[in-house]
């Protein structure tokens, strides 16, 4: 039985007090982002493109159009946001630097509010500079974990360790490979644990180098560095960010490839970042 | 401080032995107290299904349970270390006078552990019809409930007392240290620290 007042699992409902901090979080964002040169962009809720994206296909949620062909409901903002500003807004509108505030949906009813952004053509500096400035618009602060897909990918394609393995940081079989700097690379936590890279190989020393020139632009804390995080997008192809505080994840990004395209983007969670003002506010009473 | 969920019992004190011995001291929950804390940790003792929900959801850094626990809820954790404790088996259980009919279109198994039931036979391209149950699986067969059961199987006396024979091992499992994928990366050095101490002594290479 469903009763009146019932709403589905995970579909979100804000009122009164968290509605306004919603609204807030939105509005100062997107006049940050306004500011910082970014065209707002609002896309379909049903895409074609959403199965590029995701490696675990069973969290989208699908149906039909009137051809028959797979349409799902936007799980990802992303694609779509590259696809529609590069083959059909390229020919009119020059901005490479697009904005969303929209929902993404989950298999079987979760709905996730984000505030987006993508660089076409723009790096990763620029995506973690704007997310770190829209979370300090925000008075938020979370720890921020820099990481690089690629080193992954390394371990997988040139030392045989099994993406698996990696995918679910199986910590005992990783450090189990003879590799004599396994363990030292999995322990890699601080900007100093990269001070001398000098016993890594070259191609995994030079993905490590990325990271470190990334960690020493940066006037941010807390800081930590985690060089085996796997960020589990298709897309993502070399360095990428999470910000977080306890179990909540605010914020992420990286750069990435679609349709050759190279790119850089983010997405802050709008509903942990209300979780998050609403427990501030709390504790400042 | 780094806090650790255990499942109740005898894996837990199995565990607070080898924190015993690590730091020296008693670590010993306190008769019915569901928290101990010492030497920077804070135990939780919950129930052994639970433990990965705790680590999962961030109230615990990390938590020590089975990985047949871990394969059932397909939680996102990290797997640190297999401490080789409460070592046993998933097995397809059936009466002794039967055998496994892998002709028959569709197998009704009773079972705690619905997913490792599920994609076992989905492996073997099989239907199956699981039944969900909560406990004395191994009477599910015996009254008709289910064609066999998936359950674990320690020494096997149990299934043995009720008349029924292991057909087919599924897996092995033993406790692991699990971790908070979060936890995990803010709490690097505190977390590898105890991963390596804990290592040496089930490795049995503490000094």
């Known amino acids: 039985m469903i009763f009146e007042h019932e709403i589905p699992s995970d579909s979100k409902l804000y009122f009164g007090k968290s509605a306004k901090i919603k609204r807030d979080i939105e509005s100062r964002s997107s006049q940050l ?4 040169g970014f065209e707002e962009i609002v896309t379909p809720v049903f895409s074609y493109h959403q ?5 675990n296909q069973s969290q989208l949620i699908k149906l039909n159009d009137d051809h028959n062909h797979t349409v799902t409901l936007r799980a990802d903002s992303t694609p779509d946001v590259v696809r529609i500003a590069t083959k ?3 020919r009119s509108m020059e901005s490479k630097k697009w904005f969303y505030i929209q929902p993404t949906l989950n298999f079987p009813t979760q709905e996730q509010y984000q505030i987006g952004g993508e660089v076409l053509q723009g790096n990763f ?3 973690l500079d704007v997310t770190i400035s829209l979370l300090q618009t925000l008075e938020l602060q979370p720890i921020l974990q820099l990481a690089n897909i690629r080193i992954p ?6 030392y045989g360790i099994s993406l698996e393995l990696l995918k679910s940081m199986q910590i005992e079989k990783i450090l189990a490979n003879d590799l004599p700097w396994i363990e030292r690379l999995v322990a890699i936590h601080t900007i100093d644990d990269l001070s001398d890279l000098n016993m890594f190989p070259d191609d995994i020393k030079q993905e490590l180098l990325k990271i470190k ?7 941010y804390e807390p800081l930590i560095i985690s060089p085996l995080f796997y960020a589990k997008m298709r897309y993502y192809d070399s360095l990428t960010f999470k910000m977080f505080s306890g179990n909540a994840l605010l914020a992420m990004g990286g750069e990435y490839v679609i349709d050759d395209l190279k790119a850089a983007g983010f997405a802050i969670y709008t509903d ?5 003002k609403i427990r501030i506010n709390e504790e400042n009473k | 401080m780094l806090t650790i969920a255990l499942p109740k019992g005898r894996i837990a004190e199995e565990t607070l032995d080898i924190f015993s011995k690590i730091f020296n001291t008693n670590f010993a929950f306190d008769n019915r107290k569901l928290i101990l804390e010492a030497h920077g940790f804070r135990f939780l003792n919950v129930r052994n299904q639970d433990v990965p929900t705790y680590v999962a959801h961030g109230a615990a850094d990390l938590g020590v349970v089975g990985l047949d626990v871990i394969t059932e809820q397909e939680l996102d954790i990290v797997d640190l270390l297999d401490m080789q404790l409460g070592c046993c088996k998933v097995a397809i259980g059936i009466k002794n006078e039967d055998a496994l009919d892998w002709s028959k279109p569709d197998i009704k198994i009773a079972t705690k552990m619905v997913n490792i039931t599920k994609n076992y036979f989905a492996q073997k391209a099989v239907g199956v019809q699981v039944i969900k149950l909560y406990g004395s699986i191994e009477l599910a067969p015996l009254v008709g409930l289910a064609d066999a059961i998936v359950d674990i199987v320690d020494t096997g006396a149990t299934m043995r007392e009720n008349g029924l024979k292991v057909a087919e091992e599924i897996m092995s499992s033993s406790a692991h240290l699990i971790a908070n994928n979060n936890s995990f990366y803010a709490k690097k050095s505190d977390i590898l620290s105890i991963y390596d101490k804990i290592k040496k002594v089930v490795d049995g290479n503490l000094p």
């Open chain 1, 51 to 55: 199965h590029d994206s995701f490696e």
């Open chain 1, 33 to 36: 982002l306004e500011s910082l």
């Open chain 1, 125 to 127: 500096s620029e995506a």
């Open chain 1, 272 to 276: 942990e970042c209300i979780a998050m």
């Open chain 1, 213 to 219: 020139l990334e960690a020493q632009r940066l006037d």
């Open chain 1, 153 to 158: 990918q390394l371990l997988n394609e040139k």
């Open chain 1, 88 to 90: 059909r807004l390229g």
